[in-house]
């Protein structure tokens, strides 16, 4: 590595941008992390530690359910010592640049700086190397499996590829799929595919073995979102915290013009590009790995464009120039939110307080907040793990029962039959639940006086204590 100085230079650069939320959040706090699913992973470390190393039932989401996401994250989160955990992504952020930039070794060097560039600049890199997201890890053991299988073609390379799918069986599923296209285009054998199977078979039946007596879960109908919820998912410069780069997409898609005329037919690509495009809006974690294709194929295009002749110099340096502004300035807008990223100071002290009560008690809140609910080591009555959740149509039902009834007398029964000891409510979600808070429960919250005392408020989040008494 010393000796390669670009790639030398590029984890530098990555080192101080991945240190940058360690300077404008807190690390100190509980709730430092952005993704919300770092917090699980931590709530499972926690249960890892004071019970079994391989759980199988969580008993704090939804009041007890099985387990259903990859458990690779919290048990090296268990292993981690909690003052180190704030500097495990920026490790794991560096080493995924690290891999993908000797991946790319066999690229002119062009190619090779201007795709670790486009990467290190994205949004989607910088935001998952900040959490603790199961593909913060997953994906430099992707690289590493990569890496290994192109160079080697070794015994070492179904290791790595268990311990992927330990992480994320969606991660070991791509390498997978990869392997069996290159058997298609006869570059590999039968033979190697059966080899490989076992190593992504057993993490995976390590996953899902203990799910086998709870059958098949029944389809679960997502809350609808229109056009502008897809933009802003997509692509960070629409006001997604992790989207992908406009500019960085148009030019991977004249990308895959440039770096496939030679070898295949491009307008078959362009429809299987058109695939992947819809596969990821139907399920945006595949961002994350399509950052690393999509920067290439913007270095391909971009690189191509520098070399090209121009008839007016001008209008060649006008066209890179908005190009750099346009990949810069997404980047630049991520840097500026970051201390205000949830969870911020405001919903970490909230969460903290409810953390630090000395009853278990059942928390009511959006499912937005369940697994902070469940990493201040409460009770949630529902969170976004819908998957195997118990009774979830009737519990998405009474929770708007909760959320919208007009009197106490309505809203008491599902007070006591799940056992509500508090109510949590956030600035975010009161905006998108409630236009007129004087009705409703804002209203029952308010006046309720005999049954609803709040204990806690913040400029973010308030909580109240609920006493079950006669309503």
Not at 83 to 105: E, V
Request: proline share 7%; net charge positive; with cysteine.
């Amino acid at each position: 590595m010393l000796n390669d100085k670009p790639l030398l230079f590029s984890c530098i650069c990555a080192l101080l941008l991945l240190s940058v939320p360690l300077f404008f959040r807190n690390p100190t706090q509980p709730f430092y992390f952005t993704d919300p699913e770092s917090y699980y992973h931590l709530h499972l470390a926690d249960l890892i530690r004071t019970t079994t190393f391989f759980p199988t039932f969580d008993p704090l989401s939804y009041g007890g359910r099985p387990i259903v996401m990859e458990r690779g994250m919290s048990i090296l989160l268990a292993l981690v010592p909690p003052s180190l955990l704030p500097y495990l992504p920026l490790l794991l952020g560096i080493l995924t640049l690290f891999l993908f930039g000797k991946l790319l070794s066999h690229q002119t060097p062009q190619i090779r700086i201007t795709s670790i560039f486009f990467v290190l600049l994205s949004p989607t890199y910088l935001y998952l190397f900040s959490s603790l997201h199961r593909l913060s890890a997953a994906l430099p053991l992707l690289l590493l499996t990569l890496f290994s299988y192109t160079h080697y073609k070794t015994s070492r390379t179904f290791l790595l590829l268990a311990f992927t799918t330990l992480f994320s069986t969606l991660a070991g599923l791509l390498f997978v799929l990869y392997i069996f296209f290159l058997y298609l285009h006869k570059k590999t054998s039968l033979r190697y595919i059966r080899s490989l199977l076992p190593a992504f078979l057993l993490p995976c039946l390590f996953h899902y073995g203990h799910l086998l007596p709870y059958g098949i879960p029944p389809l679960v109908s997502f809350p609808s979102h229109g056009f502008s919820f897809f933009l802003t998912s997509l692509f960070s410069g629409f006001g997604g915290q992790h989207g992908l780069h406009p500019f960085l997409f148009i030019l991977g898609i004249f990308g895959i013009f440039f770096h496939y005329r030679q070898r295949y037919h491009y307008l078959l690509v362009y429809p299987c590009a058109l695939a992947l495009f819809f596969l990821v809006i139907f399920y945006p974690p595949l961002l994350f790995f399509a950052m690393f294709p999509l920067a290439f194929l913007a270095a391909v295009s971009s690189t191509t464009y520098i070399h090209k002749e121009w008839r007016s110099s001008y209008l060649k340096h006008f066209i890179l120039l908005t190009l750099l502004i346009g990949i810069l300035v997404p980047s630049l807008f991520y840097f500026s939110t970051i201390d205000r990223l949830l969870p911020d100071q405001a919903y970490s002290n909230a969460f903290t307080w409810l953390r630090d009560q000395p009853n278990n008690g059942v928390v009511f809140s959006h499912y937005d907040n369940g697994y902070y609910i469940t990493a201040a080591q409460k009770t949630s009555v529902i969170d976004p793990g819908f998957l195997y959740a118990p009774d979830l149509p009737t519990r998405r039902e009474d929770s708007m029962h909760l959320f919208h009834d007009l009197t106490l007398y309505q809203s008491y029964p599902y007070l006591v039959k799940y056992n509500i000891r508090y109510i949590l409510l956030d600035t975010k979600n009161r905006h998108a639940t409630w236009i007129n808070e004087q009705r409703e429960l804002p209203f029952l919250l308010k006046y309720g006086k005999g049954t609803f005392v709040q204990v806690y408020h913040n400029d973010e989040v308030t909580i109240w204590e609920v006493f079950l008494g006669k309503p």
